[in-house]
């Protein structure tokens, strides 16, 4: 079956310009999460799906980022005015259920973000 | 709030040799899980293994075995014969069983295979 796609797979933009990137988890997976991944911060945690309800937003870094996710499915997470410092590569997972530790996340192939 | 310390941000391993690439952990909770995934060059991230805090067996897949000690809070990963295909970025992540599982990561061991 389909495993987890994201798109646009890179995305270049000037400073203070929005971006969305879209997240498709694997049919069927009820939780999705959404993960940065940069030279200077490792990965991050960002935020966390159960369904369409972010129950954890906790890794968001700053209120330029939002996300949202529809008929418990695809998840949009979006950048306002963007900074160099969200130059990134963004991943997106999904797993069965968000309510047990054993669930393997399946990540996507990133997007990277390079902001100029 | 839990912390994965990865000491080995590179190592080499001689083809066909078995290799430890160590991880431990902090947590107050009794109920977490242990991830190992693999990120070659390609950028994904590749799910290696798993090991649950209430389980006794330490867990293998195939090449993969995780030694699993909780009184040190450890969960290093063992790769035996190792491969060529085995040279990529190795990282280590923890899971709380009550906290919506996201994943915390640990800063990565970059394993290269000599030939």
């Known amino acids: 079956g389909a495993g987890v796609s994201q798109s646009p797979s890179n995305k270049v933009t000037e400073k203070g310009k929005d971006v969305e990137l879209r997240c498709d988890p694997i049919s069927g997976h009820t939780a999705l999460y959404w993960y940065r991944q940069s030279l200077g911060q490792g990965l991050e945690f960002l935020i966390y799906f159960q369904g369409n309800s972010a129950p954890d937003k906790s890794g968001l870094p700053s209120d330029r980022f939002s996300a949202e996710r529809t008929g418990g499915s695809v998840s949009t997470l979006t950048i306002q005015r963007t900074q160099q410092e969200d130059s990134a590569v963004y991943l997106c997972?999904?797993?069965?259920?968000?309510?047990?530790?054993?669930?393997?996340?399946?990540f996507g192939p990133g997007t990277r973000l390079t902001v100029l | 709030a839990q912390k994965i310390t990865q000491t080995q941000p590179g190592m080499f391993v001689q083809e066909k040799e078995a290799v430890t690439l160590d991880c431990t952990y902090d947590t107050s909770d009794q109920s977490y899980g242990l991830f190992w995934y693999k990120q070659p060059s390609s950028g994904e991230m590749i799910f290696l293994i798993y090991?649950?805090?209430?389980?006794?067996q330490n867990a293998t897949e195939g090449r993969y075995s995780l030694n699993f000690q909780k009184a040190r809070k450890s969960a290093n990963l063992v790769i035996s014969a190792s491969q060529l295909g085995d040279s990529a970025m190795y990282f280590c992540?923890?899971?709380?069983?009550?906290?919506?599982?996201?994943?915390?990561f640990g800063g990565g061991t970059r394993l290269m295979v000599k030939p």
């Open positions: 992540a923890m899971s709380l069983g009550n906290a919506g599982n996201m994943l915390t």
């Open positions: 997972a999904s797993s069965l259920s968000g309510t047990h530790s054993y669930n393997e996340q399946f």
């Open positions: 090991q649950g805090s209430y389980d006794e």
